[in-house]
T-cell receptor, first 111, second 112 residues
């Protein structure tokens, strides 16, 4: 069966520091991969999606970037965090035009 | 632009009650609709996926229906239990899998 792992689960970072969140999927090949952000009291916002290695589409201009160095690995990064980057980050995968499956999320607090 | 609305925003019911959560969307040209459950501080768990050609899906005590022409979906929960307490989100895919649009969710509390 397919599983999705996301880490770290929680992190507190100072403004201006770098960020790296990692997500890996097991049990499937060539998945579509996604990064979402869920701000307090707000809905899910799609940040990036990827249909293959090295293929990244950005949905929202921001301080973040994403990379897909391997088929089942998706990384969310920032060179310098802003206060507004705080939130709950969720990685997800899907087969082609199919059901979305989410990881457990990463809670980021920028101080 | 697709918009997804969920009503009510919050709901409190006694244990054992049957309940319906509502989801509406503005553009009926969708690929699929998915219902999720989210516990506090956790990721989303997929409950049911309804393809555009389907009218409903069932899993245990859950039944989801889809009426594309009216832009509506309902999630029916039978014989609710305290363990059903969570936020339920509806999501619509109208781009073939890349830009799923989520509703804000309905927060459900089932009292023992």
């Amino acid at each position: 069966s397919q599983t999705i792992h996301q880490w770290p689960a929680t992190l507190v970072q100072p403004v201006g520091s770098p960020l790296s969140l990692e997500c890996t999927v097991e049990g499937t090949s060539n998945p579509n991969l996604y990064w979402y952000r869920q701000a307090a009291g707000r809905g899910l916002q799609l940040l990036f999606y990827s249909v293959g290695i090295g293929q990244i589409s950005s949905e929202v201009p921001q301080n973040l970037s994403a990379s897909r160095p391997q088929d089942r690995q998706f990384i969310l990064s920032s060179k310098k965090l802003l206060l507004s980057d705080s939130g709950f980050y969720l990685c997800a995968w899907s087969a082609l035009a199919g059901e979305l499956f989410f990881g457990e999320g990463s809670r980021l607090t920028v101080l | 632009k697709q918009e997804v609305t969920q009503i009510p925003a919050a709901l409190s019911v006694p244990e054992g009650e049957n309940l319906v959560l509502n989801c509406s969307f503005t553009d009926s040209a969708i690929y699929n609709l998915q219902w999720f459950r989210q516990d506090p501080g956790k990721g989303l768990t997929s409950l049911l996926l309804i393809q555009s050609s389907q009218r409903e899906q069932t899993s245990g005590r859950l039944n989801a229906s889809l009426d594309k022409s009216s832009g509506r979906s309902t999630l029916y929960i039978a014989a609710s239990q305290p363990g059903d307490s969570a936020t339920y989100l509806c999501a619509v895919d109208d781009t073939g899998g890349f830009k799923t649009i989520f509703g804000a969710g309905t927060r459900l509390f089932v009292k023992a």
